[in-house]
């Protein structure tokens, strides 16, 4: 029995596909994706660029392939990347066949985009031959004429019937590898068609809000959206799309389930916004803590509260915390209990280099 069970999330079952070496789907951890923006014709920049993102904890990172320069030089980015590539094809058959050859994880397209049935089963038997797991990416913006006729414009509805769709073609070629994604800038658009996929449909779900906007814009929208999703259950890997770096998006996607419960990773700090009773320069000191701690994956909370009003209550949920006192006496407790106490110190070095020491010691006892 959870001991809070107002903190459990029932995951929707799924059926567990792979990419590349990673599982998505069942129940496996939700992964994170991104997308490069660099040319794919640049291998090194867009290695450099995946490099990044994979310091910030990318699981999965998708590269685009308009033509075939770009899936010829996806085979040395494929044979160096330490993460699975998804291969972003659009229209052309022979790029998606391109891409599979070049051994990448898995292919984003739709199906019903790639033109005749000849030219789709020839894309599936080279998924097949090379163990390629596919996306069907759906998307608001780009809905086939057919169905947009049907409907009038974008609906939830809409969404689904294009993806089902597309799902018929690949069970009729005997393709089970799949996962799907329903994708719109609306949220509530967006959160409406995968509500009702995930009634119909057993295959993992990639979601996102998509277009979302600017860092932070986006990142409101893209919480309100697939922090809905996700509570509720649904999502087996997501992307964030930001008008942002990469890495940007990684954080985002990594702060949400974080804040869910659904992976742990990196430091979370639990902070108060500041008012008169801070003992200490909270913004200045968080921000400080934030960014010397970027660098860390390993799982730890720290709190750092400005003075006693709350300070010591959220400390005994953390792993380290600070609390401001009076006369330049901080608090400092470790696993909720008051440890020791730190006088007219820089506050944000001292909470550094504890928090670098307790993860040293962690590592050290895993050890022995």
């Not at 990673?22 to 920049?45: E, H, S």
């Not at 380290?320 to 009076?326: P, R, V, Y």
Request: aromatic residues 4%.
């Amino acid at each position: 029995m959870n001991i809070r069970p107002y903190r459990q999330i029932e995951r929707r079952k799924s059926r567990k596909i792979k990419v590349g070496n990673i599982f998505v789907g069942g129940n496996a951890p939700i992964t994170v994706q991104t997308m490069t923006n660099t040319l794919t014709t640049d291998i090194k920049a867009t290695l450099d660029q995946i490099n990044l993102t994979v310091e910030a904890g990318a699981d999965i990172i998708r590269v685009s392939c308009p033509d075939k320069a770009s899936t010829k030089a996806l085979k040395q980015i494929v044979k160096l990347s330490p993460i699975p590539i998804v291969a972003d094809i659009h229209f052309h058959y022979l790029r998606a066949i391109e891409a599979a050859d070049t051994g990448v994880a898995c292919l984003r397209i739709n199906p019903g985009n790639i033109g005749d049935s000849k030219k789709i089963k020839e894309v599936i038997n080279a998924a097949k031959q090379n163990e390629t797991s596919i996306r069907i990416g759906v998307n608001a913006g780009s809905l086939e004429k057919s169905i947009l006729d049907k409907y009038g414009e974008p609906t939830p509805q809409a969404l689904v019937e294009s993806a089902m769709n597309h799902v018929r073609i690949l069970k009729d070629h005997d393709f089970h590898e799949y996962k799907i994604s329903v994708k719109a800038s609306d949220v509530f658009l967006a959160v409406a068609a995968y509500t009702q996929l995930a009634e119909i449909e057993d295959c993992p779900l990639h979601i996102g809000i998509t277009e979302a906007g600017s860092l932070r814009s986006g990142t409101v929208k893209s919480s309100i959206g697939l922090g809905n999703l996700l509570w509720s259950g649904i999502g087996d890997t997501i992307r964030v799309s930001l008008s942002a770096h990469p890495t940007e998006e990684v954080k985002v996607g990594y702060e949400m389930l974080k804040s869910l419960g659904l992976r742990r990773r990196g430091v979370t700090v639990i902070s108060c916004p500041s008012c008169a009773r801070q003992q200490f320069d909270v913004i200045k000191t968080v921000q400080e803590v934030e960014e010397r701690l970027e660098h860390i994956s390993e799982s730890i909370t720290v709190s750092i509260i400005g003075c006693v009003v709350n300070g010591p209550g959220e400390a005994k949920e953390t792993d380290i915390g600070l609390t401001g006192g009076g006369k330049g006496n901080h608090q400092i407790y470790v696993n909720g209990i008051t440890d020791h106490i730190i006088r007219n110190e820089n506050v944000a070095d001292y909470i550094v280099n504890f928090v670098q020491k307790e993860i040293e010691q962690r590592k050290a006892n895993q050890l022995k």
